[in-house]
């Protein structure tokens, strides 16, 4: 089980911080994603990070703006989002992969998903 959280209303250039913390199952070793899905889009990749944390890969649209990081100890994933944009809203999900794809995010290896968070940014 994955549940996410941290979401919220942010103006414009402001950050947020997401969380996906993991239960359930042995967390050290899946690559953790996060995707997100935007009203009448379709769901696309944003970042993922491997099982031991050396590895990342992040979208283009990314631009250097977010950083993912986890803690195995706890569990957790966090997905920091700085100079957010109106483009970036959108419910953001977390799941869980035995695989780590350095060069994308395909949703079919990702076995588990967490229930997603909205993330809301205003001009």
């Known amino acids: 089980q994955l549940q996410a959280s941290g979401g919220g209303l942010v103006q414009a250039g402001r950050s947020l911080r997401l969380s996906c913390v993991a239960s359930?199952?042995?967390?050290?070793?899946?690559?953790i994603g996060w995707f997100r899905q935007a009203p009448g889009k379709e769901r696309e990749g944003v970042s993922c990070?491997?099982?031991?944390?050396?590895?990342?890969y992040y979208a283009d649209f990314v631009e250097g703006r977010f950083t993912i990081s986890r803690d195995n100890a706890k569990k957790t994933v966090h997905l920091q989002m700085n100079n957010l944009k109106p483009e970036d809203t959108a419910v953001y999900y977390c799941?869980?992969?035995?695989?780590?794809?350095?060069?994308?995010?395909?949703?079919?290896?990702?076995?588990?998903w967490g229930q997603g968070t909205q993330v809301t940014v205003s001009s």
């Open positions: 799941a869980a992969s035995l695989s780590f794809i350095s060069t994308g995010l395909y949703e079919t290896l990702f076995t588990q």
């Open positions: 359930g199952f042995t967390f050290d070793d899946y690559a």
């Open positions: 990070i491997s099982s031991g944390g050396g590895s990342t």
